[in-house]
């Protein structure tokens, strides 16, 4: 018989019963009359077919199923409990593994300083970064992405999100390009000059109409002759001239430490841009998910 057809308020009645093996002793356990447990206990012995409980002289004794029974019933009690308890992640002993879809320069941001917290933190936690796919929110409600951190482009109205930062997109070129120096360039200006389009999911924009999903800032959409996925390439051919890459200015502010790099800003349109958060609304209350969201926090300074 299925177990719907049961009366699952009958389990445990039934654990007291094969504890106590008395009525009164497991009416007081659970906290019914005396006359209610022996109700119980007929029910019980209907639907077993079973005595459960036999009179031996002035004693009670469990039938060799109920014996059976009760060997088995405390474990499938305590795994019902278990259902019902309150979820809990440890990070520090946790050995989960979470899947962060997020451009080239979001991941080096992130990385910097997530080594070192997991190293500290969540030492068996392991983070995979991908590329943001064009189908984001079909990845993140079946499992294969667990967060995006990227530009909020509208492009997944219907998915969570939370905003992380204001950035804006600059020109970027080596300190001896002709524009080097400049406090501001306009888009003719800029365009003049070899470019590297950037786009978060290059298969996507091959494979099907680019018009689809345009960022809306002119400065990113504006055709070109060579597109990439990766805001580190394009930022290092503008090291040869006369190239130039428009890049998000968090990048580029990085890799000025380390490259012979003079930044500009686009004056004659919008550049501004925001970064946040972007995930299932299957896992908005999970633990191990609220985690790695504050990390991600911690390691963006957000």
């Not at 005396?34 to 209907?46: D, E, F, I, N």
């Not at 992380?164 to 020109?171: C, E, G, H, T, V």
């Not at 389009?197 to 689809?212: G, I, M, V």
Request: net charge negative; aromatic share 6%.
């Amino acid at each position: 018989m299925a177990i719907r057809t049961k009366n699952l308020n009958l389990i445990p009645i039934l654990q007291a019963l094969l504890r106590e093996s008395s009525v009164a002793k497991a009416a007081d356990h659970v906290g019914l009359s005396q006359p209610a447990m022996s109700g119980a206990l007929a029910r019980l012995r209907l639907l077993l077919d079973d005595p459960i409980l036999v009179r031996v002289g002035r004693n009670m004794r469990l039938t060799p199923r109920a014996e059976r029974m009760r060997r088995n019933l405390d474990d499938i009690c305590a795994q019902i409990e278990l259902l019902f308890q309150a979820d809990s992640f440890d990070p520090a002993t946790s050995n989960c593994s979470f899947v962060i879809a997020a451009p080239d320069y979001l991941s080096y941001q992130i990385s910097q300083k997530l080594l070192p917290h997991l190293a500290e933190s969540a030492p068996g936690v392991r983070v995979i970064f991908c590329e943001v796919p064009m189908d984001l929110n079909r990845d993140a409600d079946d499992g294969t992405v667990d967060l995006a951190v990227c530009a909020d482009l509208g492009f997944w109205p219907e998915m969570k999100r939370e905003f992380l930062f204001s950035d804006r997109i600059i020109a970027a070129v080596s300190k001896s390009h002709p524009l080097a120096g400049s406090q501001s360039v306009t888009t003719e200006e800029l365009f003049s000059y070899p470019s590297i389009s950037y786009f978060y999911d290059t298969k996507h924009l091959l494979l099907r109409q680019p018009e689809l999903a345009p960022t809306g800032l002119a400065s990113l959409d504006r055709p070109t002759s060579i597109i990439t996925d990766s805001q580190f390439g394009s930022v290092l051919a503008a090291l040869q001239l006369p190239n130039v890459a428009r890049c998000n200015a968090s990048l580029a502010q990085r890799l000025l430490q380390h490259l012979p790099l003079s930044l500009i800003e686009i004056s004659d349109e919008s550049t501004e841009m925001t970064t946040s958060m972007l995930w299932s609304e299957i896992t908005d209350k999970s633990l191990e998910h609220i985690w790695l969201r504050s990390v991600v926090r911690y390691c963006l300074d957000c």
